[in-house]
């Protein structure tokens, strides 16, 4: 189980998050939403300890990560994944060998055994063919997707999305969207997804908490935020111009 | 305020950036060393990094390291010849080379060449996250990014530094005796009687630390580089400008220990 509880993070004076408080449990899908530069990504970068806070805990199982060190903390990380915004992959490798990397680095699987998970891994995301290809070569969508089967290629037990089908087209987002949710289920991994898919993403999630202000506004289930009353989650979700929450 | 505060507020600022950065290198260095012995020993890093800092700056070595044995030999033949004590140009030129001019030339130019594109490397590496993704795969970037570049400058200066002295002393032979007619046998037995195991320590001493000092120095700038292209360019800068200088006042006071 996760747990953030009353996390603060400034940068520089400026409060990025002023208290936040979100719970998820095993084997649940939890969207995250909230608007641009509002730290959702700051938010999900402390919880797999990249950031520390200034104050606050963030408990996986009951042990704060923002505390552990050493080989506790290796063993804590090594439960997660994490697909980052930007994909985040080895410019000096090639595809196959960024989804190879954790493999040969992490595990003692043979060169043969290697070869042939990666391969599948790669067409389950519908990338066949550019395994020779460097990061620099290919599209940023393709990014986001080898970035995706090297973060699965692990079977991590909680994954961490930061947008993953942001900047894709709709085909290929929805079926990202759907093998997640399928791996989702069989493998039954802790998920929290940073999106702007609205309204696709409330099929395919159990709980989806909004952040604004540097708070969790809302926390519950896709029915229970789209029937909100709530005037500032109820402008967001529907995409409305005007209302409570402004542009600037 | 007055000018004079104002001066004492920059001195105090600047007086404090170089105490908190000497202090946040020297623990960044301890953190690493400290990593050393524990596995996993990329062993092929160590390679690829020695062939990056050390196989490909070799060329450049071989050039300037012939021209500095020419034209140190063309100086110092003529100044020898108002003395009448041309047959000492083979040690001088030697020594100097051993214990000197080898060293830190080698370390300027793997500065220019290799310390400037480490830190551009690894600053790119942090301003697009890779160093996060190799931390959230419980990998320690240290063990990927840092340590096999501190092995590959400790292990390429002191060959990169041979390599010189050796080009260098033939071209210093080049010039005195092809150009300058002193006898082969002359330049060389004095270099003989000249040189002992104790300059050569020296120019080996000299080279290992600043092998050490620059991967060091590039490695920490571009670990700690800022946001963006701006903040990999400023580092790649500060890489070069920091180890350049450090070279040279470290090979000071290595000298003034060493000597006495
Ligand atoms: N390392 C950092 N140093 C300083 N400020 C930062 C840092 N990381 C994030 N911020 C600030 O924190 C705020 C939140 O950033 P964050 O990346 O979490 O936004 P986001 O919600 O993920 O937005 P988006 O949907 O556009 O990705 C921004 O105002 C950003 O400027
Ligand atoms: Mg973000």
């Known amino acids: 189980m996760i ?8 940068f520089n004076g400026q ?52 505390k552990l060190r050493g080989r506790k903390l290796k063993r804590l990380k090594e439960r997660f994944g994490m697909v980052f915004q930007g994909g985040a992959l080895f410019d000096s490798l090639t595809v196959f060998e960024n989804v190879a990397f954790p493999l040969r680095e992490k595990t003692r699987m043979k060169a043969s055994q290697i070869r042939k998970t990666v391969f599948e891994d790669l067409a389950e995301v519908g990338l066949s063919g550019a395994e020779n290809k460097y990061p620099a070569e290919i599209s940023g969508g393709m990014k986001k997707r080898v970035a995706l089967a090297r973060c699965l290629v692990m079977n991590p037990e909680i994954i961490l999305f930061d947008e993953p089908t942001t900047g894709l087209d709709p085909l290929i987002g929805k079926a990202i969207h759907n093998m997640i949710r399928s791996c989702q289920k069989s493998y039954k991994f802790t998920a929290i997804m940073v999106t702007h898919e609205i309204p696709d993403i409330f099929s395919m999630v159990d709980r989806v908490a909004m952040l604004y202000n540097g708070f969790i506004l809302a926390e519950g289930t896709p029915e229970e935020l789209q029937n909100s009353k709530d005037p500032v989650i109820h402008q967001f979700i529907h995409g409305e111009l005007e209302g409570p929450i402004s542009i600037n | 305020m007055s ?9 105090g600022a600047f007086v404090i950036f170089v105490i908190g950065e000497t202090g946040r290198m020297g623990i960044f260095l301890a953190e690493v060393v400290f990593l050393i012995p524990f596995p996993p020993y990329l062993f092929g890093r160590v390679i690829k990094q020695i062939n990056f800092i050390g196989v490909k700056t070799t060329l450049v070595i071989l050039l ?12 110092i033949y003529f100044t020898l010849s108002e003395f009448g004590a041309e047959s000492r140009l083979g040690p001088i030129v030697a020594l100097a080379l051993i214990k000197e001019l080898g060293p830190v030339i080698c370390a300027l130019m793997v500065t220019g060449r290799a310390g ?64 300058m007619g002193l006898s082969s046998g002359t330049y060389f037995g004095s270099i003989r009687d000249f040189v002992d195991s104790a300059d050569i320590l020296e120019g080996l001493y000299k080279s290992l630390s600043f092998g050490i000092l620059i991967t060091w120095i590039s490695c920490y700038k571009g670990y700690f580089t800022g946001y963006g292209a701006e903040g990999v360019s400023k580092s790649t800068t500060q890489a070069v400008v920091m180890s350049s200088v450090t070279i040279l006042i470290w090979d000071y006071f290595l000298t003034s220990i060493l000597v006495a």
Request: aromatic content about 6%.
């Open chain 2, 64 to 75: 300037t390291g012939t021209f500095t044995g020419m034209v140190l030999a063309l100086q």
């Open chain 2, 116 to 179: 400037s594109a480490l830190a551009a490397e690894i600053g790119i590496m942090r301003i697009t996250e890779q160093i996060d993704a190799l931390d959230t795969m419980a990998l320690n970037p240290y063990k990927y990014l840092i340590i096999p570049n501190l092995i590959a400058g400790i292990i390429s200066l002191p060959l990169l530094n041979f390599i010189f002295v050796f080009v260098g002393v033939w071209g210093g032979y080049a010039v005195g005796v092809g150009l």
């Open chain 1, 15 to 66: 409060e990025v998050l002023r208290g936040i408080n979100l719970k998820v449990n095993d084997g649940q899908a939890l969207a995250l939403i909230g608007g641009s530069g509002r730290g959702k990504s700051v938010l999900l970068k402390h919880i797999i300890g990249l950031l520390k806070p200034d104050s606050g805990k963030i408990l996986i199982d009951n042990e704060d990560i923002s």
């Open chain 2, 3 to 11: 000018p004079i505060l104002t001066l004492f507020r920059i001195i």
């Open chain 1, 3 to 10: 747990e953030v509880i009353n996390l603060h993070k400034s």
